[in-house]
């Protein structure tokens, strides 16, 4: 598979991985995320030479300003990954870090996202994964701002899957909807995770693999595709209670 391939917040967890699982494909790499001290370590960590484009691309601006520096680059694949957590009650959590969260797992998706679904579409090849969460298919308490930007991010990305599979287009996009996963998101949310964690690794591996087949809502993990079904039967208050016992021990 001899690609050119777009990775957001790739300095770290399943943005990195991600990035070694294209580089042993022998694809073309072009990583970005805020320290690029660890872009540069993992670079040094490839068989390829990857572009490194250090920079905040948080909101509007700094993905436009990303997707500027890129659009002549003939991208084959973009990988919509930058994102992070706030923990805690939502009447206690910092608005000034909720809204730099939205911006980044709202924003900056949402813009990078349809700029390059219209320029794959313009070609008719392409495919884009947006990294979701678990957290999209239930309400969240004590991770409220959170869940509902993963929300958003799952429901966009199966409404234009599905926009794009009515035009006949040969472009595919994918949502990753992983649950807990073993990588730096909980010592920047605040939380550990109660249950088993996956390896950033493993996902990697599988979101890559059922990207390329095409598949719209990737779910790693038979527990969390369990998870998933379970979560279409149940009422939402039944799962907001769920998921508060979980969240209030992620704190602890």
Not at 62 to 91: C, H, P, Q, S
Not at 219 to 240: E, Y
């Amino acid at each position: 598979m001899s690609k050119k391939v777009l990775i957001t917040g790739a300095s770290s967890g399943i943005g990195r991985d991600i990035a070694r699982v294209f580089d042993s494909y022998g694809c073309e790499l072009i990583i970005t995320a805020r320290r690029e001290d660890r872009l540069k370590e993992l670079a040094g960590s490839l068989n390829g030479s990857p572009r490194i484009i250090a920079g905040d691309i948080c909101g509007y601006e700094g993905a436009r300003e990303l997707y500027n520096m890129t659009k002549d680059e003939n991208i084959d694949i973009l990988i919509n990954n930058a994102g992070f957590g706030v923990w805690g009650e939502f009447t206690k959590t910092s608005l000034e870090r909720e809204i730099e969260m939205i911006r980044l797992n709202v924003e900056t998706m949402h813009t990078l996202f349809k700029l390059f679904t219209a320029d794959f579409k313009e070609r008719n090849s392409g495919k884009i994964l947006n990294v979701a969460s678990m957290a999209g298919f239930a309400p969240g308490p004590y991770m409220a701002a959170y869940y509902a930007s993963k929300a958003y991010v799952l429901r966009l990305t199966q409404s234009v899957a599905h926009e794009l599979k009515e035009e006949g287009s040969a472009v595919t996009v994918s949502a990753l909807c992983p649950g807990p996963v073993d990588t730096e998101f909980n010592k920047v949310a605040g939380v550990h995770f109660a249950t088993p964690s996956l390896s950033s690794e493993y996902v990697a591996k599988y979101a890559v693999t059922e990207l390329v087949k095409g598949k719209t809502v990737i779910v790693p993990g038979t527990a969390m595709k369990a998870a998933a079904a379970f979560s279409k039967l149940t009422p939402d208050s039944i799962a907001a209670s769920v998921t508060a016992k979980i969240q209030k021990n992620k704190g602890k």
